[in-house]
């Protein structure tokens, strides 16, 4: 079993659309859980952080269910311009340092 | 605002060739990390580094591999005897702490 799952997509969303995505983990132990968003051959950037008792940042909301082992994000009235990949992430810390276990991703294309 | 920078940004080398990709971390970052991820796959964790030396690393992380930080800015990321199969996205990331880390710009290995 993957250790973070994502349903790959591709998601196809009119502009205006309201979208939501799903990420799984198996290992319990994760401590700190992220939203990355990756454009075509960039490198991942942060997008948001993810809390048990959920996050807004403008129109994306965030939600960790640590029991289901769950994160989801919202995207509310997208745009065209939040056509990207967006990579579920969790951070396992051993060794005093953390490391960063990606979901494959999952990809948002908008349209006009 | 503080970026990661790496260098080059594509590299083209020899199969068998030695390749040394550079990076300069944010500067009160103090964990380090090398990732890659190979063309339409996920990124996958390689190497992370604190205090001077290696925390943990992944299976992808054999003999072949190594880093370093020989000035105290750079950090490095040297592949000794280049395989065909070494041939991605080479994402070095820098973090204050065990939390979200950021991410440079890639470079992009080619193998021939």
């Known amino acids: 079993r993957k250790e973070v799952e994502q349903d790959p997509g591709p998601f196809n969303v009119p502009e205006g659309a309201t979208v939501a995505f799903n990420c799984t983990y198996s290992?319990?132990?994760?401590?700190?859980f992220f939203w990355y968003r990756q454009d075509c051959r960039k490198e991942p950037k942060l997008l948001m952080s993810?809390?048990?008792s959920g996050n807004e940042d403008g129109r994306f909301t965030a939600q960790l269910n640590r029991a289901s082992q769950y994160i989801s994000l919202l995207i509310r009235d997208s745009k065209l311009s939040d056509s990207a990949t967006y990579l579920c992430?969790?951070?396992?810390?051993?060794?005093?340092?953390?490391?960063?276990?990606f979901g494959q991703g999952t990809t948002l294309q908008v349209k006009p | 605002e503080p970026e990661v920078t790496q260098t080059p940004s594509h590299q083209v080398t020899q199969m068998g060739q030695e390749v040394i990709l550079r990076c300069v971390p944010i500067s009160n970052h103090l964990y380090f990390y090398w990732y890659r991820q190979i063309l339409g796959q996920k990124v996958e964790f390689l190497v992370s580094f604190y205090n001077n030396e290696i925390s943990e690393k992944s299976e992808i992380f054999d003999d072949q591999f190594s880093v370093e930080r020989p000035d105290g800015s750079n950090f490095t990321l040297k592949i000794r005897s280049t395989k065909l199969e070494d041939s991605a996205m080479y994402f070095c990331?820098?973090?204050?702490?065990?939390?979200?880390?950021?991410f440079g710009q890639g470079t992009r290995l080619t193998v021939v």
């Open positions: 992430v969790v951070n396992r810390v051993s060794s005093n340092t953390g490391k960063l276990i």
């Open positions: 993810v809390y048990s």
């Open positions: 990331a820098t973090s204050r702490g065990s939390t979200e880390a950021f």
């Open positions: 290992n319990s132990a994760s401590q700190s």
